[in-house]
C-alpha cells in the first residue's frame, strides 16, 4: 500500500510540522516501509488474539497523593529553546480578531 | 445580526436543546499522573516535573486520590461506576501541552449515567441526566499579553487532575443551566473533591446550545459558547442565544455550527471561531498507564467514608418540620450545615436551632466577614442558649442579645453560668411574680376600671408596669398570665 502525499500533508499539520516538497516523497516512502513492516503481522492467523496494549498484567498501579518537587524551575527551563526568567517563551499564539 | 427580540408566541414555537460539559479541578495535592504540587497562584513553572514536561522517557503514575474523587462524586450522582477503566491518549499540538497529548478516558469513562435534580420552569423537580464523567488532566497556561512578542507558557498547571462531567441535552432554560451548575458545584464542595471556584478556573463550563421546532424530532444545529466565567453568564449567554438563533430562524436564516464567548458586558455571544476546526485527535490507549480495576469492595469503602449529602439534609431538614427556605438556607454550605448538624445532636427545637443559625450566628458571621469555622461558640452552647430559653430562664430576647454577646466574649463559660451573672434569669417564681403584678396594678386604679369597662388594650401597660418593677426578669409568659387572671378575678 502507498501512503498518499495528502495523508503525508495532513499528519503534518496535525504535528504542525513543515516538509519540503522532496521531504514529503522521502516522508512517503519511508512511512511506506513502516506501514509496510507492521502490515506483515496481518499475514498471520490473528483470529481470536487480543491485541497487546500493555507490557505487563499488573492492574491498580496506583501512587499515593503525596507531593515530591524533583526538579526546579531553573532546571525545567534549562533545555527550552527559547524562555525568560520564569516561562517558556513560543513564538506569538495569534490573538484572534474581534469584531 | 438579527434582531433578539422574540415575542413569547414565537418562542413557544420552539424548543430550546442544551447540554453542558463542566471541567472540575480536583484539589489533590498533587497531579494526576506525577507527584508535583498543584496548588493555585505559585510562581510560573515551579510545580512541574520531568513527567509533566513531557521529557523522553518519563513514566507517568496515576494518583489515588483522582480515583476515589471521581467515585465519590459517581456515588452522589447515582451513575454507574465502570469496573475496567482504561486511559487514552487525546493528541493534539499546542504550546502548553507538552507531551503532545492529554491523558484522558476516551472509549471508557469511570462514570456513566446518574443525574442531578433541579427544578423546571412550573417548580416541578426535575432530572437533568449525565451521559458521563471522565477522569482527565488540565493543559498549562499560556499567557498572550505580558510578552508583547511572544506567547509565555507556564506549566504549573499542567496534569492537574479534572473531572468532566457530560449532561445530556435536556436543559430547556437558562435558569435550569444555572440551577444545575450551583447544585454540582455544591455537590463537589460537600464532597471535599474540588473547591469549585469559578475565577480560579476550578469549575469551568461549555454549552451546547440549539433549538428546533416544538416537535421536530431532529435537533437543530448547535453551536458552542466557551470560556464563560460565572454561572449567571453561562444563564445569561443561554437565553441570548436561545432568543438569537430563533430570530435568525424566524428572519428566514439558518443557524450555523459555531462557537461563541460570552460578553458579559455586553450582554451578548460574540463570535470566536467560525468553523469547528477539524478535529482528529488519534484517540488510542495510553500504554504507559496500566488499567485500573474499580472493585465493589472499594466502591462500597468509599460510600462508606462519604459525607452527607445536601438533598439528603434538605429532605431531613424538611422532615423536621423546617420550611423549605430554612432547609434550603441550611444546606447551602457544608459547613453550615454541619454546624446546624451538631446543634441539634444537643437539642430537638430543630426551627430554634435554625432560627439561630440563620439569624443571630449569620449576623456575626457577617459582621465579622468571618467563616462558620470561625465561629468562637460550640454548638452545644447554642443548644445550651435555645434550652434556657425553652425552660423561660432566659428571654427569648436577652438569650439572642446581651447573653450572646457576652458569651461570644467569654466562650469558656457557660450560658447559664453567663445569664446569672448578667441578672437575666426569668422571675418564674409565682409569688415573686404575683407582688410585682399587685404592685402594677396598684399603681393605676383608674386604668384597671377602665380595663373592667371592657378596654382590654391595657394589658401591654400593666406587662410594662410589670417588667418595670421586675427589672425585666420577670417570665414573660407567665407574668402576663397572672396580669389577666389578677384583672378577671
Known amino acids: ?99 | 445580526m438579527a434582531n433578539t427580540t422574540v415575542s413569547p408566541d414565537i418562542r413557544a414555537k420552539y424548543e430550546p436543546v442544551i447540554g453542558i460539559e463542566i471541567h472540575v479541578q480536583l484539589n489533590s495535592l498533587s497531579k494526576a499522573y506525577s507527584s508535583d504540587a498543584t496548588e493555585y497562584g505559585a510562581s510560573p513553572n515551579t510545580q512541574i516535573s520531568p513527567i509533566t514536561l513531557g521529557h523522553p522517557g518519563t513514566l507517568p503514575m496515576f494518583n489515588e486520590a483522582v480515583l476515589e474523587s471521581a467515585v465519590k462524586l459517581g456515588i452522589a450522582v447515582q451513575a454507574t461506576i465502570r469496573e475496567h477503566n482504561e486511559f487514552a491518549r487525546k493528541n493534539y499540538f499546542y504550546a502548553d501541552l507538552p507531551k503532545g497529548y492529554q491523558i484522558t478516558q476516551d472509549l471508557t469513562p469511570i462514570c456513566n449515567g446518574g443525574f442531578i435534580e433541579i427544578k423546571d420552569a412550573e417548580g416541578k423537580p426535575k432530572k437533568i441526566n449525565l451521559t458521563r464523567i471522565h477522569m482527565e488532566e488540565d493543559s498549562g497556561k499560556s499567557s498572550h499579553d505580558i510578552d508583547p512578542f511572544h506567547t509565555l507558557i507556564d506549566l504549573n498547571r499542567a496534569g492537574v487532575p479534572l473531572l468532566e462531567i457530560v449532561s445530556e441535552p435536556e436543559f430547556r432554560t437558562g435558569d435550569e443551566a444555572y440551577q444545575y451548575l450551583t447544585e454540582m458545584r455544591r455537590l463537589v464542595r460537600y464532597l471535599e473533591i474540588s473547591d469549585g471556584n469559578m475565577e480560579e478556573g476550578s469549575l469551568r463550563c461549555d454549552v451546547n446550545i440549539s433549538v428546533r421546532p416544538v416537535g421536530q424530532e431532529k435537533f437543530g444545529t448547535k453551536v458552542e459558547v466557551k470560556n464563560l466565567n460565572s454561572f449567571r453568564n453561562v444563564q445569561k449567554a443561554i437565553d441570548y442565544e436561545i432568543n438569537r438563533q430563533i430570530a435568525l430562524i424566524e428572519d428566514g436564516g439558518t443557524v450555523v455550527q459555531q462557537t461563541f464567548t460570552f460578553d458579559a458586558a455586553r450582554g451578548k455571544t460574540q463570535l470566536l471561531r467560525d468553523k469547528e476546526d477539524a478535529h482528529d485527535y488519534r484517540y488510542f490507549n495510553e500504554p504507559d498507564l496500566q488499567p485500573v480495576e474499580v472493585v465493589e469492595e472499594y466502591v462500597n469503602s468509599v460510600k462508606a467514608g462519604l459525607p452527607p449529602l445536601p438533598k439528603e439534609l434538605f429532605e431531613k431538614y424538611r422532615k423536621l418540620g423546617l420550611s423549605e427556605y430554612d432547609a434550603a438556607l441550611l444546606t447551602d454550605s457544608k459547613e453550615i450545615a454541619l454546624y446546624y448538624e451538631a446543634i441539634i445532636a444537643h437539642t430537638n427545637n430543630y426551627k430554634a436551632a435554625a432560627n439561630w443559625m440563620m439569624g443571630s450566628i449569620k449576623s456575626y458571621l457577617n459582621e465579622k466577614a468571618a467563616h462558620i469555622k470561625d465561629f468562637p461558640l460550640k454548638a452545644e452552647q447554642i443548644a445550651e442558649l435555645i434550652q434556657l430559653v425553652d425552660d423561660s430562664k432566659v428571654s427569648n430576647t436577652a438569650a439572642n442579645g446581651d447573653l450572646f454577646k457576652a458569651l461570644l466574649e467569654n466562650p469558656e463559660k457557660s450560658a447559664a453560668e453567663l445569664a446569672e451573672q448578667m441578672n437575666l434569669i426569668q422571675e418564674s417564681n409565682t409569688d415573686e411574680l404575683q407582688a410585682w403584678v399587685n404592685e402594677a396594678l396598684a399603681k393605676y386604679p383608674d386604668k384597671v376600671e377602665e380595663y373592667k369597662a371592657g378596654k382590654k388594650g391595657l394589658t401591654g401597660l400593666f406587662m410594662g408596669e410589670v417588667m418595670k418593677l421586675s427589672r425585666g426578669k420577670a417570665d414573660p409568659k407567665l407574668a402576663s398570665k397572672l396580669v389577666q387572671e389578677t384583672l378577671e378575678k
Do not use: C, W
Open chain 1, 1 to 99: 500500500m502507498k501512503i498518499s502525499k495528502e495523508e503525508v500533508e495532513k499528519l503534518a499539520h496535525l504535528a504542525r510540522l513543515e516538509f519540503s516538497a522532496q521531504e514529503i516523497e522521502d516522508m512517503q516512502n519511508d512511512m511506506d516501509k513502516i506501514l509496510g513492516f507492521v502490515d506483515k503481522i496481518s499475514e498471520l492467523d490473528l483470529e481470536g488474539v487480543e491485541p497487546l496494549i500493555y507490557m505487563s498484567d499488573e492492574r491498580n498501579v496506583l501512587r499515593k497523593d503525596e507531593v515530591e518537587q524533583v526538579i526546579s524551575k531553573d532546571e525545567a527551563l534549562k533545555n527550552a529553546p527559547d524562555k525568560d526568567t520564569d516561562y517558556f517563551r513560543v513564538p506569538k499564539v495569534l490573538k484572534r480578531e474581534e469584531d
